[in-house]
């Protein structure tokens, strides 16, 4: 199971989903997890991976790991994806091109349902840019560089 970025993300994951082997990516300055978090994870596999500063460079970086997994990680057949009800429908087609290659089943898990429905823009922008990364090897975020400065500012 992939939670991303979001400390509330993180708790629905640990609380609806057993013991399912968690990785969070995670921007590296948000301080996530927390420790509670960390506490509430002990006992099952929990990876970091403190790589990418949006939904296209997380699942860029996850289909990389996913590539070279950890030996203690068993088989991989599925991953569950945890996003929030307005992120959700436009993370799924994306992580489908992100990781379609690899023959993994793709699922989502809602974290919370209190904002509005997403915009077709954000869905198509992001499938596209992990169609460009199929093709070029890059999400194309140089296009926009003074949000890509914005967003490795925060994110490192």
């Known amino acids: 199971m992939v939670v991303l ?8 994951a640990l609380q609806h989903t057993g013991a399912l082997p968690l990785l969070l990516i995670t921007c590296p300055r ?4 927390t420790q509670q978090q ?8 929990f990876w970091i991976l403190s790589q990418g500063w949006d939904s296209a460079q997380q699942l860029t970086q996850l ?16 991953v569950l994806l945890v996003s929030d009800s307005h992120h959700l429908p436009r ?8 990781l ?12 919370s349902t209190a904002l509005p429905a997403p915009q077709f823009w954000p869905i198509a922008r992001d499938w596209l840019r992990l169609q460009l990364l199929r093709a070029s090897g ?4 140089f296009l926009v ?12």
Do not use: F, M
């Open 5 to 12: 970025d979001g400390y509330h993300r993180l708790d629905a």
């Open 30 to 33: 948000t301080g996530q997890p």
């Open 38 to 45: 960390r506490l509430l994870a002990r006992g099952r596999a």
């Open 63 to 78: 289909a990389r790991w996913l590539q070279r997994p950890p030996a203690a990680l068993p088989a991989i057949g599925r």
């Open 91 to 98: 993370l799924l087609p994306a992580a489908e091109v992100a």
């Open 100 to 111: 379609g290659n690899q023959g993994l089943r793709l699922a989502g898990l809602t974290a």
């Open 138 to 141: 890059s999400t194309g975020a």
């Open 145 to 156: 560089p003074q949000q890509l400065r914005r967003k490795q500012a925060a994110c490192g």
